[in-house]
């Protein structure tokens, strides 16, 4: 029986890119599928989130992330252009968002035909991976061909149907706060929440307890 999970992701998250080759790896190792269920970043929902946060938060954020990546072997760069725009100085974050909203919107577009997972995978590695200026020319549009979607729809459909998609994104937001978390990266398994790239080991011995089988 192929059994189900959730996961909730954020194109900002440097951890939530860290993740993504292993939750695909799970799904092409285990008879496994993974629900793809796309939030807001907390720059988005809590504005003031690295304003109130310890000086310290932030350079050890960025210390730490590219240390599991090296630890790892994932390619990782600052990305260029940020998916949120911040003033990195002061922490603040600009009321014009040009990025997020769509990306956001164009990945709930893609769970809606069951790629979600696959358009995080090829977008993130874009974001994370150290392509320049990932935003433009064709970039985008191959990372979802190779994810088994065309761009051109998942942008249409971002556009004409925004109020339904952040509909859908809030749904996503709720249902991980009531899983028992608010952060992401969370897989969130029977009603049990495994929080970051660092517990998804801990995650698959709870599926194999519960007859998660390989292939």
């Known amino acids: 029986m192929t059994l189900q999970a959730d ?3 954020s194109f900002r998250s440097p951890y939530s890119y860290l993740a993504t080759r292993r939750y695909v790896a799970l799904t092409e190792e285990y008879d496994l599928h993974i629900n793809q269920r796309f ?16 000086p310290n938060w932030l ?4 210390r730490d992330m590219f240390r599991v990546a090296q630890y790892m072997g994932i390619p990782m760069a600052p990305p260029n252009p940020d998916p949120i725009v911040q003033d990195m100085a002061t922490r603040k974050i600009a009321e014009d968002q040009p990025y997020i909203f769509e990306l956001t919107r164009m990945g709930q ?3 809606r035909r069951g790629k979600g997972l696959e358009f995080a995978n090829q977008v993130s590695q874009l974001i994370w991976g150290g392509t320049a200026d990932w935003h433009e020319g064709d970039h985008l549009a191959s990372a979802a061909v190779r994810a088994g979607l065309n761009l051109k729809e998942l942008r249409a459909e971002a556009k004409a149907q925004a109020e339904e998609l952040d509909a859908e994104i809030a749904d996503n937001q709720k ?7 608010w952060g992401v990266p969370t897989l969130i398994f ?7 790239q660092d517990r998804i ?4 011995w709870r ?5 998660l089988a390989k292939r």
Do not use: C
């Not at 939030?39 to 310890?54: S, T």
């Open 7 to 9: 996961v909730y992701w």
């Open 175 to 181: 249902a991980l706060e009531a899983g028992g978390h």
């Open 39 to 54: 939030v807001y970043p907390l720059a988005i929902r809590e504005p003031d989130f690295f304003e109130k946060n310890h």
């Open 59 to 62: 350079g050890y954020t960025f």
């Open 190 to 196: 029977e009603d049990e929440p495994f929080f970051g």
């Open 109 to 111: 577009a893609a769970s």
């Open 207 to 211: 599926m194999q307890q519960k007859g």
């Open 201 to 204: 080991d801990i995650a698959v």
